[in-house]
């Protein structure tokens, strides 16, 4: 099973809502990932989790909030976003990468997140 | 992690081999190319990667010159459904971070 599922596969929210996205691999990967995905744009490393602990953030909006419950989970919380935050919010997963060691990462098919 | 420069865009005809070329001249020794593609609208697939040896598998071919400073992603035989997005990326530890990428358009 090479597979990463999200959920949902599409939301809309208003502004004042307070929404979460869902992450879910059972291929036994220790290291997971959100990437935002504008219109025509590659996609941006938002947050890495490694052993279930934040390693990365690339200064992402507190309206964000990761979370990653255990190996196989990772939720992404989402609270007073703004309408260019309308996006596909991409989930991946991978064995952790250390320097000199290469192993694939794993994309869902996304969350396309419209706000409204 | 080094960056990658790659052509917007290419063209190949159905049945032909597609050779996406891929410059990363500051790689250092310790970090690999990968490359993925992205056919509209889905995630990103992976394809294959290599740190310095030439690398086949069931979907292409990567080839990596002697100075590590580029490489070729070989489609040997291209098809309509190969059309999309492709990504070329130098990483080293955690952080996987895309460049613009190729568009590969296969035509009848």
């Known amino acids: 099973d090479t597979e990463v599922t999200q959920t949902p596969k599409h939301l809309v929210m208003g502004m004042t809502n307070k929404k979460s996205l869902k992450c879910e691999q059972h291929?036994?990967?220790?290291?997971m990932y959100w990437y935002k995905q504008k219109a025509k744009k590659p996609p941006e490393l938002m947050f890495v989790?490694?052993?279930?602990?934040?390693?990365i953030n690339e200064s992402v909006p507190s309206r964000f909030s990761p979370e990653c419950p255990n190996s196989s989970l990772l939720n992404l919380h989402l609270h007073a976003l703004q309408p260019e935050d309308s996006a596909l919010y991409l989930c991946a997963s991978s064995q952790p990468n250390f320097i000199g060691t290469g192993s694939e990462a794993f994309f869902g098919q996304g969350t396309r997140l419209t706000v409204v | 992690d080094a960056k990658t420069t790659q052509p917007p865009s290419m063209d190949c005809a159905e049945g032909r081999a597609a050779n996406l070329p891929c410059n990363h001249s500051t790689i250092s020794g310790n970090e690999y190319v990968y490359w993925y593609r992205q056919i509209h609208s889905q995630g990103p697939q992976y394809i294959i990667h290599g740190l310095k040896n030439n690398e086949t598998n069931e979907m292409a071919s990567l080839i990596i010159t002697e100075d590590r400073k580029s490489s070729t992603l070989i489609l040997p035989h291209a098809t309509l459904r190969d059309t999309a997005v492709y990504y070329c990326?130098?990483?080293?530890?955690?952080?996987?971070?895309f460049g613009e990428g190729t568009q590969l358009t296969v035509n009848p």
């Open positions: 990326i130098v990483k080293g530890g955690s952080r996987l971070t």
């Open positions: 291929m036994g990967h220790r290291a």
């Open positions: 989790y490694s052993y279930e602990k934040l390693s």
